[in-house]
């Protein structure tokens, strides 16, 4: 071969071995891992806010008689977490949907047996 030739040949693709095997996965492990721990302090999360939101909405019930700043202090507090709630919520839901892969958009999604 002569060195025009040389220049037509595709060059070989260089395959990652066994180091950048290991590395990539462990970079996938750790993003997987981020991902989980991230989705469960938020469940974390949002399962304390419904805790004092039932604490809340009890002390509202023993203010209900009784007018006064207390209450109206109660039921801000109780629109608050509603609202902190339903954010957390929908993250956790706009989070948790992933795209389909390219390769199986166009097939039919039925379960595998």
């Not at 070989?12 to 970079?27: D, I, Q, R, S, V």
């Not at 996938?28 to 469960?40: G, N, P």
């Not at 806010?49 to 207390?70: H, I, K």
């Amino acid at each position: 071969m002569n060195a025009e030739n040389l220049d037509l040949l595709p060059e070989a693709e260089a395959k990652p071995g066994f180091l950048g095997t290991f590395t990539l996965g462990c970079k996938v492990w750790a993003r997987e891992m981020r991902r989980l721990l991230t989705s469960q302090a938020k469940l974390h999360e949002v399962r304390q806010l419904e805790a004092r939101l039932r604490e809340e909405t009890l002390l509202l019930a023993r203010l209900d008689a009784a007018p006064g700043p207390e209450r109206d202090l109660c039921l801000r507090q109780i629109e608050m977490l509603k609202l902190e709630i339903a954010r957390l919520r929908r993250e956790q839901e706009a989070t948790s949907v992933r795209p389909p892969c390219s390769a199986g958009e166009d097939a039919p999604h039925e379960p595998r047996l």
